[in-house]
């Protein structure tokens, strides 16, 4: 949405990518402010105006504070993995009675800091971590809400690595399994059981799947009220897809809200959601720089400064990337090429046998659809220093978090 070509030059908002480039330098990711509020408000506004609802931002997608900040201001929720994604959220200002804490494996010291911090409701994946957290609660004399994860063996047809809702996968815990463990957990003391998750996967761009779990939800959570349990929240998770590739339907976030709408009346449900790829991938970019370029045998290789190390998706998922040039090319032959990085890998590649003009040498580059999995996912193999990340706000940007450097990469060795 915010990035677009103005005479012939590629523009975040109203700033120009090749300003950023100059003064932030490359490889350094881009995010439109906004993008990421416009899409927080779809969600959240596309909700019935009756139907109680909760839109938690999930951090794992893009954990800069900025950005956190950012959707703390316009009255996000959180939807967490780990401590160290409390820790950011209450840095930012975020509210920890909207958090929402999922996640296959929280240790019993991450269990302690989430209740001592007060957020809203643990999503647990195991009778052990029920056990865990009714322990820690009755310790600290308190009352932990949580919900059990549900597996709902459905299909998200999507990448295995991240389909989260089938059988085989180690997520939540099995439907067919629930009820018993519904009364097992309603017997613990220092519990307040009253909601039902699921989250079947990522980048689901049929959302016929994502309903057909819902559904299931919904079932079983009229099971559990049969059995005389009060379930008052549901949460749906996120996964929403995104469209990677040219051509490709990113599904409405709006299309999909309402299907929940019509779902949830009258059932007296508060809902959570739990939007990662979809509210922040769109809203940025990779800028990389052309380092040179080489042919081995028939195969044109386009080395650039950005590689599997800030961007790993290409190499985890065979992902696709759009790759555009910031500045569009004047009468340049088309070319098929592979976009690499100078990591020592084979699977060090950003695009692979990609048609696209021809690029020189010192030519800036815009990887799309690169605000989500992206820096969060980055390393510093091949001792390559961390890319920068910058936020833009209509006509202003600011670096929101520094290139890293030498002494970074050494500063915790001894
Ligand atoms: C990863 C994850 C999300 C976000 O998934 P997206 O595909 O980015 O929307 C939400 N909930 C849970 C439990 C997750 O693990």
């Known amino acids: 949405m915010s990035f677009?070509?103005?005479?012939?030059?590629?523009?975040?908002e109203s700033v120009p990518l090749a300003e950023i480039a100059a003064s932030a330098g490359t490889p350094?990711?881009?995010?439109?402010?906004?993008?990421?509020?416009?899409?927080?408000?779809?969600?959240?506004?596309?909700?019935?105006?009756?139907?109680?609802?909760?839109?938690?931002?999930?951090?794992?997608?893009?954990?800069?504070?900025?950005?956190?900040?950012?959707?703390?201001?316009?009255?996000?929720?959180?939807?967490?993995?780990?401590?160290?994604?409390?820790?950011?959220?209450?840095?930012?200002?975020g509210d920890p009675a909207q958090v929402v804490f999922s996640g296959v494996g929280k240790t019993f010291a991450e269990i302690d800091y989430a209740l001592k911090s007060g957020i809203q409701t643990f999503n647990c994946e195991s009778e052990?971590?029920?056990?865990?957290?009714?322990?820690?609660?009755?310790?600290?004399?308190?009352?932990?809400?949580?919900a059990l994860r549900v597996n709902p063996d459905v299909?998200?047809?999507?990448?295995?690595?991240?389909?989260?809702?089938?059988?085989?996968?180690?997520?939540?815990?099995?439907?067919?399994?629930?009820?018993?463990?519904?009364?097992?957990?309603?017997?613990?003391?220092g519990l307040v059981v009253d909601s039902v998750s699921c989250h079947i996967g990522s980048q689901i761009l049929n959302p016929t799947s994502m309903l057909e779990a819902v559904d299931r939800v919904l079932a079983l959570i009229e099971r559990l009220r049969a059995q005389g349990l009060r379930i008052t929240n549901v949460d749906l998770g996120g996964g929403l897809g995104i469209g990677y590739k040219p051509g490709d339907a990113t599904p409405s976030i709006p299309d999909y809200i309402g299907h929940l709408n019509a779902r949830l009346a009258g059932r007296n449900l508060h809902v959570t959601v739990e939007p990662g790829r979809s509210l922040v991938a769109e809203a940025g970019v990779l800028l990389t720089r052309v380092i040179l370029q080489k042919h081995n045998g028939a195969k044109l290789f386009t080395v650039v400064d950005a590689a599997m190390n800030d961007l790993m998706r290409p190499a985890l998922y065979q992902a696709y990337h759009e790759i555009q040039p910031v500045h569009l090319p004047m009468d340049r032959p088309s070319v098929s090429a592979d976009i690499v990085g100078p990591v020592c890998e084979s699977g060090d590649f950003l695009a692979k046998d990609r048609d696209m003009k021809a690029v020189e040498i010192g030519e800036l580059l815009a990887i799309r659809n690169a605000g989500a999995y992206g820096f969060v996912m980055s390393s510093n193999y091949n001792s390559r220093p961390r890319a920068a990340e910058v936020l833009v706000d209509g006509a202003s940007w600011k670096v929101v978090r520094e290139r890293e450097t030498f002494e970074d990469l050494v500063q915790h060795e001894m």
Do not use: M
């Not at 959240?44 to 105006?49: T, V």
């Not at 056990?131 to 820690?136: A, L, N, T």
């Not at 389909?163 to 003391?189: C, H, M, V």
């Open 28 to 93: 350094c990711y881009v995010y439109s402010a906004a993008d990421i509020l416009s899409r927080f408000l779809e969600y959240d506004s596309s909700f019935d105006a009756a139907q109680p609802h909760t839109v938690c931002y999930a951090v794992k997608a893009n954990s800069n504070i900025s950005v956190l900040r950012l959707l703390a201001q316009a009255g996000a929720g959180f939807d967490i993995v780990s401590a160290g994604e409390l820790y950011r959220v209450l840095r930012a200002g």
């Open 4 to 12: 677009d070509y103005r005479n012939g030059s590629l523009y975040c």
């Open 128 to 146: 052990t971590e029920v056990e865990w957290i009714s322990e820690c609660a009755s310790r600290q004399g308190k009352e932990a809400r949580i």
């Open 155 to 189: 299909d998200a047809a999507t990448h295995p690595y991240i389909s989260t809702g089938l059988k085989e996968n180690k997520f939540g815990i099995d439907i067919a399994l629930a009820e018993d463990a519904y009364r097992k957990a309603s017997q613990l003391p």
